[in-house]
């Protein structure tokens, strides 16, 4: 009897006071919307920077040449240490925490002609293992540098899908589609570039990828033929660097103190001397991301609660006043036998539908915001912002909170008023 009673006189009560409930309620639903909102966004954003960090590559780390720091068993500090692609191997052949390891080798510069098309760019030499380490992902209809590649020593070429559109912009047109956009891989897959004069077959082209970071260029304007290749043609030695890709279950620093265990142990330098090679660990970058995100994301929730709570003092001040206009009501109700919890709950029940309304208005309000925003086309910008569960548990939580406290105080002065003093009070 008690919820039938607070629903009709709660819609008496909004008749009454039309202008104040409308905007507590839009406070109640400013500050839902908020919470579900920043939620969403931060939590896109987060995710999209955090993929275009691992556009680099995933639990990898970048190693190059580097000078001692530390004196080591009688040898001075100030020694170059260079290494050579059977270095390389023989970290591959003895690391136990790695996944997968590439050299790398690089020419920037390098003429990449295809008919009369010509353009400078950089080249790279590597393993078959850079691909899957470097989220360097062919097409379909097209494949990366493989091991026969690499023994053979095939004049075979990967191109980024940048370099790609740039080569065969002129082909589009002719072949039905449009090149501006994108270069279908099985248009460009047997088609023969020259690389500083000389022949090289197309194998493959790369996936579009978000890439934020890199060291010498994006990968979508780069070209990569196999190292033995590159070595040959170039009479390369010594690579610029090479690539590791830890174990799932590994982290990347203890992977990269048994590589600089094993290259320490070879040219005799402190395994604990971090100038020896120069490293660039990506996981630092993404911890750092997902810490920097985390906080930002705490600190905008934390003005969606504020603006909550100010909607709900906007509420517990509604319910003081529409005590005071009721007061001759509850003295009646009282002097017939209503007892203080009835009253009590009255007004709660009463100050909980407000906030119900305003909270259920501002979810669904930002829910469809959310719904709306992938058609504008801003996932580089923005990322792609989703309803996290955990705002809305926040949300309802927060809403029964406020709706409680601001009208317990209110349902308390009320119950406590004795019969006789409210009907004088009127």
């Known amino acids: 009897m008690i919820p039938v009673l607070s629903f009709k006189q709660f819609f008496t009560d909004v008749r009454r006071q039309k202008l104040r409930t409308l905007l ?25 920077q955090i993929k275009s960090q691992k556009g680099l590559g995933d639990n990898i780390a970048i190693f190059w040449p580097g000078i001692t720091a530390k004196d080591y068993k009688g040898l001075p500090k100030g ?56 989220n360097v992902i062919p097409t379909f209809g097209s494949r990366f540098i493989n091991d026969l590649d690499m023994q053979e020593k095939r004049r075979v070429i990967f191109i980024g899908n940048g370099l790609a559109k740039d080569l065969f912009s002129g082909e589009g047109t002719s072949a039905g589609w449009d090149s501006r956009e994108y270069f279908p891989a099985e248009e460009a ?29 994006r990968d979508s304007h780069s070209a990569f033929i196999p190292a033995s290749t590159f070595r040959t043609m170039y009479s390369r030695r010594t690579p610029n660097n090479f690539v590791a890709q830890a174990r799932p279950n590994v982290s990347m620093p ?4 048994e590589i600089l265990s094993i290259m320490g142990a070879k040219y005799r330098f402190d395994p604990d001397d971090r100038e020896a090679l120069s490293v660039w660990d990506t996981t630092e970058g993404i911890a ?32 003081h ?20 919890m009835t009253i009590m709950a ?50 309802i ?28 009070l009127f």
Request: hydrophobic share 50%; aromatic share 12%; net charge positive.
């Open 79 to 134: 020694r170059p240490i260079n290494f050579t692609e059977e270095d390389v191997a023989l970290i591959k052949s003895k690391a136990t925490t790695l996944a997968s390891i590439s050299v790398e080798f690089s020419k920037w510069n390098t003429n990449v002609q295809y008919k009369k098309v010509s353009t400078l760019r950089q080249i790279k030499g590597i393993w078959p293992e850079f691909g899957d380490m470097r």
């Open 288 to 319: 750092f991301l997902k810490s920097f995100f985390g906080a930002f994301q705490m600190f905008l929730v934390g003005i969606g609660i504020a603006t909550l709570i100010t909607g709900g003092i906007g509420v517990s001040n509604i319910m």
């Open 346 to 395: 009255q007004f709660v029940m009463e100050t909980l539908l407000i906030t119900a309304i305003g909270g259920v208005c501002g979810f669904f309000f930002a829910s469809g915001i959310v719904a709306v925003i992938p058609y504008l086309k801003l996932e580089d910008y923005i990322g792609t912002p989703s309803i996290d569960m955990w705002a809305g548990v926040l949300a």
């Open 24 to 48: 507590t309620t839009f406070g109640i639903f400013w500050g839902t919307c908020s919470i579900v909102l920043l939620f969403a966004f931060g939590k896109g954003l987060r995710e999209q």
């Open 189 to 217: 897959v047997g088609r023969t570039l020259l690389l500083d004069g000389t022949p090289f077959t197309v194998i493959g082209v790369m996936e579009p990828k978000t890439q934020n970071s890199s060291y010498g260029g």
């Open 397 to 424: 939580v927060l809403l029964g909170i406020i709706g409680f406290f601001a009208g317990i105080f209110p349902a308390r002065r009320a119950a406590n008023l004795q019969p006789v003093q409210a009907l004088k």
């Open 254 to 257: 203890t992977a990269r103190k």
């Open 321 to 340: 006043v529409v005590l005071e206009e009721r007061t001759k009501e509850i003295g009646v109700k009282m002097a017939l036998g209503a007892t203080k």
